[in-house]
């Protein structure tokens, strides 16, 4: 169980590439990473979940967090390529409903 | 503590004196039986090193100096053994002096949120609800109205043990302050949204099913705040259906309304509440599909209702060889008349 | 007051000159081979301390012998940055420098009675001492 977290800068935006599973243990170091990113006035912040396979409710905790803190912070996150796995969960706690999903550039999944 | 080792350093060399002379296999055995109550006396291993040295000393005074010297360096080496030994020994105890703590606030848990599964004429309940710690992160509680009303609600808390049972408390604490008129899915569900977005965590959120059955009209109306979501089952066409509703998790704007849903029960038709950790069960590496959750129910469906969440549990359970990774909770419904 | 014997630690290589007084000093008074090798291990230990966080300091040794017993009692005294939370630092399974066994708890252990004073930005005293059984 590991999660790799890659951030790209470019102006006004911060790409989070990340990859492998969200879980108890991992999550604290995407919290770490994406929370900074999140507290800085009008930027934007995009997370790529192409390559992350597995998430539980602990990293929908970390998504829901850092969403508040772009409120707070006027800051903007959207999250792309979310595997239908992973995608599930956004769409059963409903929170694909208030945040910025992107899941159109795939269709399956595995 | 001295005289143990006295003792133990003259049954050492005895026995190392016998093995030179006969280099039986009844002395390895013995010094094995030993080397087990050194552990059990704390005996660090630069001591038994010791015992050694003092033992060759004795059988052979004319040793060289060389071994000797040899000896000695091995007892330095063995120092930092014997420290880390002690250390470990202390966590251990330390450790279990932690786990029956944790067992006194679960079984504290177990009364502050113990709810009783209700005898309804005319419908069959079965529940099971089991932590993958010693701590449940998951909740149910039965509230039965006195319009003859069942209330059932079913949550997950965000992640698992101690965290997770202190914010159920809560959760069961709101409720238990509702007065009965506004026992509605959907009132209930706002409030608790309310009262969970003003006293946890941004990090945290719960979520929650809340179903109430009326007996007298056959009808099930629910709410479900971003919540596993359950299944009806159709005894007339034999068939699951995913009970789709729409909602968000509790806790994370103050302002989330929840829709009501109500639907009619047939005779033999069943309604299941479950928690993700019935559906993200993993087998090995791979996924649980739903479709294979309700085959397992669909195979003990001719059980009584406790029979069966029983067995379906203990199928899962064997799945995961016998080691849950997310807290378990299960719940049927099914009206018999 | 009996005489002190002190060494300076300002770098790795002073360690083992600490230890060889120490060991010395031990073998003297008469402790046993086992004994002497956990002196010289916790003397290792409290130098260790003064070389990774402190810039320097040192420790001096003292022959205790009254008419009770006989002992080593060692005092390591460093200018550093000092301790903030003792108890953690005293916490088993809480080490900085890695693995069980290091560090203070190890000393406290090897030793027969330990002493601990600290203040942050000023330094760290630690006084142990071992009898002779």
């Given at each position: 169980m590991n999660l790799s977290v890659d951030v790209v800068e470019e102006t006004n935006k911060s790409i989070v590439n990340l990859a492998g599973e969200i879980d108890a243990y991992t999550a604290p170091e995407l919290k770490e990473a994406l929370l900074p990113l999140t507290k800085q006035s009008g930027h934007l912040v995009e997370v790529d979940l192409e390559q992350v396979n597995y998430m539980d409710s602990t990293g929908l905790g970390i998504f829901i967090s850092a969403l508040k803190s772009t409120k707070e912070n006027n800051s903007q996150m959207t999250l792309v390529n979310i595997q239908d796995r992973v995608l599930r969960l956004f769409k059963i706690t409903g929170l694909d409903e208030i945040m910025d999903i992107n899941s159109a550039i795939r269709g399956g999944s595995e | 503590m001295d005289d143990i080792l006295k003792l133990d350093a003259e049954t050492y060399k005895e026995l190392m004196k016998r093995y030179m002379e006969t280099r039986d296999e009844q002395s390895l055995y013995e010094v094995e039986q030993a080397s087990k109550s050194?552990?059990?006396?704390?005996?660090?291993?630069?001591?038994?090193?010791?015992?050694?040295?003092?033992?060759?000393?004795?059988?052979?005074?004319?040793?060289?100096?060389?071994?000797?010297?040899?000896?000695?360096?091995?007892?330095?080496?063995?120092?930092?053994?014997?420290?880390?030994?002690?250390?470990?020994?202390?966590?251990?105890?330390?450790?279990?002096?932690?786990?029956?703590?944790?067992?006194?606030?679960?079984?504290?848990?177990?009364?502050?949120?113990?709810?009783?599964?209700?005898d309804i004429e005319g419908i069959d309940i079965g529940?099971?609800?089991?932590?993958?710690?010693q701590m449940n992160g998951d909740y149910h509680h039965f509230i039965k109205g006195r319009d003859g009303s069942?209330?059932?609600?079913?949550?997950?808390?965000?992640?698992?043990?101690?965290?997770?049972?202190?914010?159920?408390?809560?959760?069961?604490?709101?409720?238990?302050?509702?007065?009965?008129?506004?026992?509605?899915?959907?009132?209930?569900l706002n409030s608790l949204n309310r009262v969970v977005e003003r006293n946890v965590d941004p990090s945290m959120f719960i979520t929650m099913f809340y179903a109430q059955y009326l007996p007298s009209e056959h009808k099930l109306r629910y709410a479900s705040a971003g919540h596993e979501p359950g299944y009806y089952y159709n005894a007339a066409n034999d068939t699951f259906e995913e009970i789709e509703t729409k909602g968000l998790v509790l806790g994370v704007t103050p302002d989330t309304a929840y829709p009501e849903y109500e639907m009619d029960i047939n005779k033999d038709d069943m309604v299941i509440m479950l928690t993700d950790g019935v559906t993200e069960c993993r087998d090995g590496d791979r996924f649980i599909e739903s479709e294979e959750v309700l085959e397992v129910i669909r195979y003990y469906a001719h059980l009584p209702a406790q029979e069966m969440v029983n067995q379906v549990f203990k199928h899962f359970e064997r799945l995961q060889e016998f080691e849950l990774r997310d807290d378990f909770t299960l719940l049927i419904i099914r009206r018999e008349v | 007051m009996k005489p002190q014997s002190c060494v300076n630690i300002n770098k790795e290589w002073d360690i083992v000159g600490a230890r060889q007084l120490g060991r010395d000093i031990a073998k003297k008074i008469g402790f046993g081979t086992v004994d002497q090798a956990r002196i010289a291990t916790a003397i290792s230990e409290l130098a260790r301390n003064i070389y990774l966080y402190a810039d320097h300091g040192q420790i001096c040794f003292e022959i205790i012998d009254n008419m009770e017993h006989k002992g080593i009692c060692m005092v390591a005294i460093d200018v550093g940055p000092g301790i903030e939370d003792i108890g953690q630092v005293m916490e088993d399974?809480?080490?900085?420098?890695?693995?069980?066994?290091?560090?203070?708890?190890?000393?406290?252990?090897?030793?027969?009675?330990?002493?601990?004073?600290?203040e942050v930005e000023k330094g760290t005293r630690v006084k142990a001492i071992k009898w002779v059984r």
């Open positions: - | 050194f552990i059990q006396n704390n005996i660090l291993p630069d001591e038994i090193v010791n015992m050694h040295i003092q033992a060759l000393e004795e059988l052979y005074p004319s040793l060289s100096e060389d071994i000797q010297y040899s000896m000695n360096f091995l007892l330095e080496a063995m120092i930092a053994y014997g420290i880390a030994h002690q250390e470990y020994q202390t966590l251990r105890e330390k450790q279990s002096e932690l786990k029956s703590e944790i067992s006194v606030a679960a079984s504290m848990q177990e009364t502050l949120l113990g709810t009783t599964k209700p529940i099971i609800s089991v932590p993958a710690h069942l209330g059932i609600a079913m949550a997950d808390v965000i992640g698992k043990g101690i965290p997770a049972a202190l914010c159920m408390s809560m959760i069961k604490y709101s409720m238990d302050s509702y007065p009965e008129d506004v026992m509605s899915p959907k009132a209930i | 399974g809480y080490s900085t420098s890695g693995g069980l066994g290091a560090g203070l708890p190890g000393v406290k252990r090897l030793m027969d009675e330990f002493d601990l004073q600290s």
